[in-house]
């Protein structure tokens, strides 16, 4: 409970509305986890008896297709919830994988189940959760699988853009090739591109500076700006 209180994305994760006497209900114990950058939370079909939030990091949750190509179907960051599913299934929809070294907390299904029953706060909250996942995968979908590989490219940095001081920390080129529907050496032309002119500012080798009003225009999204 104290751990929770004192969480730093608390204000953005599952629990961030429960109440002292809520978090009393608490009869198994919620897990710290860290997993290494390119390590597998889960696989698709494996045993869901868990739900985590992310503290801190990238994990990519992606949906093989039947020939063997791979669909990301979103990227969920610190604050958000992965593996919902498990509340109403058995198993795990998809892969998750850490783009990131990252940080977890691993809730019980049990857990979610007995607050769900006797905390109003904690069923919004769920309700909350699942809308918030279909938007995002369907705004994924639509941002990250349309217009040209340069709009996809700077809608990806947008989407990964820390708002706190406009950085961001890329993906391999691979990866942002898979996410994106476009080859890896596109990308890499097109990161190339951007550090060129300036849209991307190296800090480190996958960090960067970005400026956020060129990104958008490139993205076609500098309306929204307005």
Same mark, same amino acid.
């Given at each position: ?12 994760a &599952?629990?961030?509305? *429960?109440? @002292?006497?809520d978090?009393?209900? +608490?009869h $198994? ?5 860290? /997993? ?24 990519? &949750?992606?949906?093989y *297709?039947? @020939?063997?190509?791979q669909r990301? +179907?979103? $990227?969920v960051?610190?604050?958000?919830? /992965?593996g ?9 929809a998809?892969?998750?994988e ?23 706060? $904690?069923?919004?909250?769920l ?12 705004n ?12 996809r ?9 820390d ?14 090739g ?49």
């Amino acid at each position: 409970m104290l751990r929770c209180r004192r969480c730093g994305v608390r204000q953005l994760a &599952l629990f961030n509305d *429960l109440t @002292d006497d809520d978090f009393k209900l +608490v009869h $198994l114990p919620i897990e710290d986890m860290a /997993i290494a950058k390119r390590a597998i939370l889960y696989n698709a079909g494996d045993n869901a008896n868990a739900l985590f939030t992310l503290r801190s990091g990238l994990i990519k &949750l992606t949906h093989y *297709l039947a @020939d063997g190509s791979q669909r990301v +179907v979103r $990227l969920v960051r610190p604050g958000g919830t /992965i593996g919902l599913e498990a509340l109403v299934s058995d198993s795990f929809a998809h892969h998750a994988e850490a783009l990131q070294d990252s940080t977890l907390c691993r809730i019980p299904v049990a857990v979610v189940e007995k607050l769900d029953r006797e905390s109003p706060h $904690l069923h919004k909250q769920l309700l909350t959760r699942w809308h918030q996942a279909v938007m995002e995968s369907d705004n994924w979908l639509t941002q990250m699988s349309t217009g040209s590989a340069r709009e996809r490219v700077a809608r990806l940095c947008l989407y990964l853009c820390d708002d706190a001081d406009d950085s961001c920390v890329l993906p391999g080129r691979e990866d942002i090739g898979a996410m994106l529907g476009i080859t890896t050496e596109t990308a890499s032309r097109i990161i190339a591109e951007f550090r060129r002119n300036g849209h991307l500012n190296p800090r480190c080798r996958s960090e960067f500076d970005l400026d956020v009003k060129a990104l958008q225009v490139v993205a076609g999204l500098d309306h929204e700006a307005a």
